[in-house]
T-cell receptor, first 116, second 113 residues
Framework: EAGVAQSPRYKIIEKRQSVAFWCNPISGHATLYWYQQILGQGPKLLIQFQNNGVVDDSQLPKDRFSAERLKGVDSTLKIQPAKLEDSAVYLC??????????????FGEGSRLTVL | AQSVTQPDIHITVSEGASLELRCNYSYGATPYLFWYVQSPGQGLQLLLKYFSGDTLVQGIKGFEAEFKRSQSSFNLRKPSVHWSDAAEYFCAVGARAGTALIFGKGTTLSVSS
């Protein structure tokens, strides 16, 4: 089966500019996650969607970050305006919700953002 | 609140030697536990998971992990390390299926010849 697709793989922008990342989850996966991974750290959850509804966005910096998941499939994460500290890899993941599957997350390859 | 601690930031192991990466978690009930591996420039790949049953779980690439409730630990082991195992390893905990995972800060594994 096809994996989680993300684009772009790399993006370099100036501070105060905007950027958007796109994610297409594995077909049939109802839950989609965006994680931020700063160099040298573990991934940190930004937002979780179940179908097209938000389950958890408590760690999303809402003054500059926004995310949407239209029609319960693809998702877009936007940063506007970007700050230097937003330089990170943005990982998208998806999962099934059935308990027997063990709750594992399937990750895309990530989008690496550099803010200058 | 859930949390994960990986005490070792960086470990170097000789090729062919055994490996153990430590992971301690904090969670009130029986958690879902995972080990992921990340090679440079890649996403995270699942090595193994535990959510019930036998406390010794087998994963891909010859890895195994043991859930010890009394020690709140889920250490990753491999009897003989290969050079291709050099990567970043992350332990993660979840409350149940369909919930977000909390990740540790990771352990970087280097393999020497």
């Amino acid at each position: 089966e096809a994996g989680v697709a993300q684009s772009p793989r790399y993006k370099i922008i100036e501070k105060r500019q905007s950027v958007a990342f796109w994610c297409n989850p594995i077909s049939g996966h109802a839950t989609l996650y965006w994680y931020q991974q700063i160099l040298g750290q573990g991934p940190k959850l930004l937002i979780q969607f179940q179908n097209n509804g938000v389950v958890d966005d408590s760690q999303l910096p809402k003054d500059r970050f926004s995310a949407e998941r239209l029609k319960g499939v693809d998702s877009t994460l936007k940063i506007q305006p970007a700050k230097l500290e937003d330089s990170a890899v943005y990982l998208c993941a998806s999962s099934l919700d059935r308990a027997l599957r063990g709750g594992e997350l399937f990750f895309g390859e990530g989008s690496r953002l550099t803010v200058l | 609140a859930q949390s994960v601690t990986q005490p070792d930031i960086h470990i170097t192991v000789s090729e062919g030697a055994s490996l153990e990466l430590r992971c301690n978690y904090s969670y009130g009930a029986t958690p879902y536990l995972f080990w992921y591996v990340q090679s440079p420039g890649q996403g995270l790949q699942l090595l193994l998971k535990y959510f019930s049953g036998d406390t010794l779980v087998q994963g891909i690439k010859g890895f195994e992990a043991e859930f010890k409730r009394s020690q709140s630990s889920f250490n990753l082991r491999k009897p003989s390390v290969h050079w291709s195992d050099a990567a970043e390893y992350f332990c993660a905990v979840g409350a149940r299926a369909g919930t977000a995972l909390i990740f540790g800060k990771g352990t970087t594994l280097s393999v020497s010849s």
